[in-house]
């Protein structure tokens, strides 16, 4: 498509968005029903071409330097009349138009990362409000958790958290619970390693390719039995439980087999045991290998990808991809 088509569609679906303005007004029959100089399409189009200036300056440049310009307060006003409902739809609208379906073997190809950004300080906002380093300047500052279509080159859903209360795990659940797509392949990073994150996505349908701690960095290949070097790739069948009696210490010795998960660290699927009633299990399938990615370099990879369609080779390549 080209970039004129590309625009001319964008600017169809605003006026379209515009003409369902009654589901995205915090008070419905009352907001944008006066004539002003910033309707309800206008201020869309204005917040969406909100560059890095101050607001006089950038309402002044939106509105090509006029001295009709709405004012800061004005723009303030008709902003607050906007539901938090109403830029989520238009990002999803936008993306089901766009979408091409572009696949790999028959998979959409999810990426997930987060970021740290910076957003105007408001020192009264203590969740947000941080020095990150002892020689900076107290600043606000976000967390950006984002899934990234890497065949299409496209966000398809972002979370923003707050710096002091940011969670990338729940962001991911959350992100994966939400996700309106199937048969897709989640790649992430080792930041993002976790039991209970590789059972939500178990559990929701999708298929994994993780990047892992390497042996002796407390992960999860330490917790199994593994070569400690060279290539591999060996299935693993779990049984997660929280019990712990004598019994699960007998079972826990075969370490591809069994898992003793702690009360206190998270794992959705399982309640906290109590010394009354049975053992529990969850059963998790998986594969971890280690692909050798230079001459002395190896990676530490653990996917629920079936290895017959999918050998080290073609995992290493997926990953590769994010």
């Known amino acids: 498509m080209k970039i004129v088509e590309v625009v001319d569609k964008f600017n ?25 100089k910033q309707d309800f399409e206008q201020i869309i189009r204005s917040i969406l071409s909100l560059d890095g200036g101050s607001l006089t300056n950038e309402i002044l ?8 310009a709405p004012s800061v307060s004005a723009f303030i006003q008709q902003r607050a009349k906007l539901s938090e409902t109403a830029f ?22 999810i990426a997930v990362d987060g970021s740290h950004i910076h957003v105007p300080n408001n020192p009264d906002d203590p969740d947000s ?8 300047h107290f600043h606000d500052e976000f967390h950006l958790n984002a899934f990234w279509d890497i065949l299409q080159g496209t966000f398809i859903d972002v979370i923003l958290q707050k710096y002091r209360t940011q969670n990338e795990d729940q962001a991911l659940i959350d992100m994966v619970e939400r996700l309106e797509l199937k048969d897709a392949i989640i790649v992430y990073d080792r930041g993002y390693e976790a ?12 298929k994994y390719v993780i990047r892992v701690k390497e042996i002796g960095s407390y992960g999860i290949a330490d917790g199994l039995d593994i070569p400690n070097s060279g290539e591999f790739d060996l299935n693993i069948n ?6 712990h009696d004598q019994n699960i210490k007998e079972l826990v010795k075969e370490r591809n087999k069994y898992k003793y998960i702690p009360n206190n660290s998270r794992f959705d699927y399982l309640a906290p045991s109590k010394r009354t009633e ?20 190896y990676e530490m990879i653990v996917t629920n990808l079936p290895e017959d369609k999918f050998p080290p080779g073609r995992v290493k390549e997926i990953y590769g991809m994010r």
């Open 12 to 36: 169809l679906l605003i006026k379209e968005f515009a003409e369902k303005k009654e589901e995205f007004c915090n008070s419905p029959g009352k907001d944008f029903s006066r004539k002003r």
């Open 61 to 68: 440049r939106i509105h090509k330097y006029s001295g009709d």
């Open 88 to 109: 989520p739809s238009l990002f999803k609208t936008i993306n089901r138009t766009f979408d091409k379906d572009c696949r790999y073997e028959g998979y959409r190809m």
């Open 129 to 136: 409000y941080v020095r990150s380093r002892e020689n900076e």
């Open 195 to 206: 039991y209970n994150n590789m059972a939500h996505l178990q559990e929701a349908g999708f």
């Open 238 to 243: 779990l049984s997660l439980t929280r019990k």
């Open 278 to 297: 049975p053992a529990v299990f969850f059963n998790l399938d998986f594969r971890i290998l280690c692909v050798k990615i230079s001459e002395d370099d």
